[in-house]
């Protein structure tokens, strides 16, 4: 297990952010969940994860706002998929701009996103 | 002792109105006390519920996923699935829980598509929450029925469509919303057809909900919209120019020429604006031979339609209007002119001297 790639989850939604721990755990990838921005800002910097998954609209602190300190205050180049919601194009838009890496929208199929996960961490 | 001897004595020789002022202070310092004390109490009580909110979806949340994950090919519901099934089936009896039951299923539910989002409907009607929503249906408060039936939309249960139509026409006006949303996001532009016969009217707010969720579709795929053109039912009529104008329905032409005889100025006003977009060089003709009896409103869009589908025949009947005394009719006729015969456009510089023409034409000259 300690070999296990990490991802960090940023989502404000627990009942997903448990449904896509069980799903991702079980392909073999360690999960660190965190409900808002200032969380996952704190689990980035603390376990230097493989890849992170972040929603855009999150409290506190969103999802862009997330992109952005780990692009340019971490300048890491850890791949980044971003969730949004019907209506957030401009908002996906901003986050490719940032450096996000890959984008799902809601609703989406957890399934796809495991082949997702899976692609930008081979 | 002597200080509250001497308010007593202070109080009863004071005047009247002083003694009214003391007594309504008292009375609202009272008020205030009693409403600071209710307050906390309501505030903990509140926190409690959260509290307890929190335990039961935390509760029900690892249920759900442990119901997700649990299944197999083999069998159409496992044996785990089944203890889960009968564990919120228990729990569903009471309000409070079924609440939050709900409340889970569908904080996951608008989250997810695909085969999970399948199962979490199954769970839906194995649990018998289904039943509760159809109840619901019969009740005599309306924001019960209002919510049984976007519960219903939210779990995308499509088989109940016969016990929702019979609302089309309900005379509460939030059931009616709800009803209207129910059809079309499950049954996306067939779901329309509740326009046939729709008798109440559509609320500019209704026409822009029903439009919001008819953009998110994929297939844009939309149905004949000609017998809602033709509809009785004046809001019907406006919101399927609305739908005209934003899917292109060049097919429905005729009837929107039709429209341009319609009894409501508002509706005919709509029809010029819709043929403009659609660029239906029909309508000049028909607006131009009756420009006189037209009002102010409809003169104002046959000219923004005459920006559009503008001919070099027209010149003589523009020429007539560049000294109309409305602006909007004066700017359009001469924009056209502009782009119609420039140097025709440079000799009103002559003909209309006065200030404010000057800068109308100096305006359209340089934009």
């Known amino acids: 297990m300690s070999d296990a790639k990490k991802i960090v989850l940023a989502e404000d939604n627990s009942t997903l952010s448990l449904l896509l721990k069980f799903r991702l755990e079980k392909e073999g990838y360690k999960l660190l969940i965190a409900a808002d921005g200032k969380e996952a800002i704190e ?9 992170i998954l972040t929603d855009i609209m999150m409290p506190f602190i969103s999802g862009l706002e997330v992109i952005s300190h780990v692009r340019n205050k971490l300048n890491k180049q850890t791949p980044i998929i971003v969730f949004s919601a019907a209506g957030q ?3 996906v838009l901003k986050a490719f701009n940032l450096g996000a890496n890959d984008f799902m929208g809601k609703p989406f199929s957890p399934n796809e996103l495991v082949i997702r996960v899976k692609r930008l961490l081979r | 002792m002597y200080s509250y001897q001497h308010f007593i004595d202070y109080f009863k020789n004071a005047p009247a109105i002083i003694q009214v002022v003391w007594v309504m202070i008292v009375l609202f310092m009272v008020i205030i006390i009693i409403l600071i004390i209710y307050l906390k109490l309501l505030r903990s009580r509140l926190r409690k519920n959260e509290k ?8 029900y949340e690892s249920n759900l996923i442990t119901y997700l ?11 785990e ?18 609440r939050v039951v709900v409340s889970t299923l569908l904080r996951l539910r608008n989250e997810i598509s695909g085969e999970m989002a399948e199962s979490i409907q199954k769970l839906y009607f194995q649990t018998g929450l289904i039943n ?54 499950l049954f996306h532009f067939e779901g329309l057809k509740f326009l046939d016969v729709l008798q109440t009217q559509l609320s500019e707010w209704d026409q822009i909900q029903l439009l919001e969720v008819l953009q998110r579709f994929d297939e844009q795929e939309i149905p004949n919209i000609n017998p809602w053109l033709k509809s009785k039912n004046d809001s019907v009529v406006i919101f399927a120019i609305k739908l005209a104008k934003i899917y292109n329905q060049f097919e429905a032409k005729d009837t929107l020429l039709d429209l341009l005889e319609h009894r409501h100025k508002k509706i005919r006003v709509e029809a010029i604006q819709v043929l403009s977009h659609l660029q239906v060089y029909e309508a000049k003709e028909v607006l131009k031979n009756k420009f006189n009896e037209l009002s102010l409103e409809e003169q104002i869009a046959f000219f923004k339609l005459l920006e559009n589908v503008f001919e070099s025949s027209d010149e003589s009947f523009l020429q007539e209007h560049i000294q ?22 440079h000799s009103f510089k002559r003909l209309l001297s006065a200030p404010k023409d000057a800068e109308i034409i100096e305006f359209i000259e340089n934009n």
């Open chain 2, 81 to 98: 699935q089944q203890l889960i099934v009968e564990k919120l089936k228990s729990c569903v009896p009471d309000k409070f829980k079924r």
């Open chain 1, 89 to 91: 194009e401009e908002m």
């Open chain 2, 69 to 79: 994950y649990s299944g197999n090919e083999e069998e159409e519901i496992s044996a």
């Open chain 1, 43 to 51: 689990l980035i910097e603390q376990h230097d994860p493989e890849l």
């Open chain 2, 132 to 185: 509760y929503a159809l109840s619901s249906l019969k009740s005599k408060k309306w924001y019960v029925v209002a919510k049984g039936i976007r519960e219903l939309a939210q779990f995308h249960v499509k088989e109940v469509n016969d016990q929702i139509v019979i609302h089309v026409n309900n005379p509460n006006k939030e059931i009616r919303k709800e009803v209207q949303l129910y059809l079309v996001t």
């Open chain 2, 52 to 59: 307890i909110v929190a335990q039961y979806q935390n509760e």
């Open chain 2, 324 to 345: 109309h005394k409305n602006f909007e009719i004066k700017v359009s006729a001469l924009k056209i002119f502009k782009l119609l015969n420039i140097e025709k456009f």
